[in-house]
Every structure is written in structure tokens, then in C-alpha cells.
T-cell receptor
Framework: GAVVSQHPSRVICKSGTSVKIECRSL??????MFWYRQFPKQSLMLMAT?????????EQGVEKDKFLINHASLTLSTLTVTSAHPEDSSFYIC?????????????FGPGTRLLVL | DAKTTQPNSMESNEEEPVHLPCNHS???????IHWYRQLPSQGPEYVIH???SNVNNRMASLAIAEDRKSSTLILHRATLRDAAVYYC?????????FGPGTRLSVLP
């Protein structure tokens, strides 16, 4: 099956700093990538959808200036949490989809655990 | 709004079949049904997906009701490694909406 990687797998940072998380599709080209956030004992919540070469579409309530998404190539998307605060501590998961019109499913990365002190 | 309904939790004995139900009464004709599972501290893992016909793969089978308002994920022989949260997701377009899923416990 298709493989999606994330880096780093976990990160601890101080409040006020920025953190960048990378999401890569290793063996396919992802026309669309998705970023989710999951708090303990809760389900995944979609944060934003990004298509290669265009601006990301953010879900309601997600601050686009705080969560910067760059989908610069068909195999790489990055999420930057700017000026992170303890309430941003969460499990961030990306997924990638090859081509919706071929009814491709989404393939998920292993997740990045962010802890903001 | 996940638009799917699943039991919060289920239990199974090891090496017995497990039938995980999902109701999706608002599904339309071109919406695919996807199943994923998630182990603790991991990203969701693709299990199976289908449109109208029943589907089989090496992990599981997907039985879709004739009216498509419900589906059942079938694990033919549960193992301890199958203990996870199982999500049934309807693909309405580009985005997936995750509900709370079903937490499956497998007893040795």
C-alpha cells in the first residue's frame, strides 16, 4: 500500500516558538494532502486541506495565520505551528490522496506528537 | 457532522469473527464507504472501502446493505493485534469526517 511519512514523530518546544512538521508521500504523488489534529481520547478533526501549488483551505475555527500550510510539491506538505502555546499540544496527523476522481482513498502518516511547555 | 453511527465499543474473543456495524442513512449514490482503524499513538490505517458491492481483501470484508444505508466490517478471525478504534467514514467529496468510531477489544 501507499506510504506516508511524517517528521518529526514527536517534538517538545517552548511556548512562543514555531514548529514545522513535514508530511511526505513516499511512493505516490499526492494531489491533495490533509492535516488533522487529535486530542487525547477524541477523534481526528480536520484542520485543513491543501492542493499542490495552491493555498490551503482551512476548516472553520482553525487560524490560518497560526497554522501555516505549504504544499510545495506533489510529495511534500508542511504544517508550521507558529508561536505555539500549551493548548496547541496535540497529535497532528497528515494524510495524502492521489486523485479523488480515481476514487483513491486517503493514506495517513504515523502522526507527530507536539508538546508545548 | 460525521453522519455515521457506530457502537462506542465492542468485544470479541480471539480467533472468532467480528462484525462491526455502521449506519449511514444519508449516503448518496456516489459516496464511497471507507473503513480505517487506529491503534494508540498511531495514524489511522486503511482497512477497506467500497461503493455498492461487497468487498474482500487480506485484512477484512465489507458487506454493504442493498439500500446502502448501512455496512458491516467483518474481521474473519480476530487477533490481539486487531484491538483498535475502527472508523466508518463516508466519502462525500474531498474531506473525511471522523466520528468517535468503535473501540474493539479482543480477549485472549
Amino acid at each position: 500500500g501507499a506510504v506516508v511519512s511524517q517528521h518529526p514523530s514527536r517534538v517538545i518546544c517552548k511556548s512562543g516558538t514555531s514548529v514545522k512538521i513535514e508530511c511526505r508521500s513516499l511512493d505516490f504523488q499526492a494531489t491533495t494532502m490533509f492535516w488533522y489534529r487529535q486530542f487525547p481520547k477524541q477523534s481526528l478533526m480536520l484542520m485543513a486541506t491543501s492542493n499542490e501549488g495552491s493555498k490551503a483551505t482551512y476548516e472553520q475555527g482553525v487560524e490560518k495565520d497560526k497554522f501555516l500550510i505549504n504544499h510545495a510539491s506533489l510529495t511534500l506538505s508542511t504544517l508550521t505551528v507558529t508561536s505555539a502555546h500549551p493548548e496547541d499540544s496535540s497529535f497532528y496527523i497528515c494524510s495524502a490522496r492521489a486523485d479523488y476522481f480515481l476514487q483513491e482513498t486517503q493514506y495517513f502518516g504515523p502522526g507527530t506528537r507536539l508538546l508545548v511547555l | 457532522d460525521a453522519k455515521t453511527t457506530q457502537p462506542n465499543s465492542m468485544e470479541s474473543n480471539e480467533e472468532e469473527p467480528v462484525h462491526l456495524p455502521c449506519n449511514h442513512s444519508t449516503i448518496s449514490g456516489t459516496d464511497y464507504i471507507h473503513w480505517y482503524r487506529q491503534l494508540p499513538s498511531q495514524g489511522p490505517e486503511y482497512v477497506i472501502h467500497g461503493l455498492t458491492s461487497n468487498v474482500n481483501n487480506r485484512m477484512a470484508s465489507l458487506a454493504i446493505a442493498e439500500d446502502r444505508k448501512s455496512s458491516t466490517l467483518i474481521l474473519h478471525r480476530a487477533t490481539l493485534r486487531d484491538a483498535a478504534v475502527y472508523y466508518c467514514i463516508i466519502d462525500y467529496g474531498q474531506n473525511f469526517v471522523f466520528g468517535p468510531g468503535t473501540r474493539l477489544s479482543v480477549l485472549p
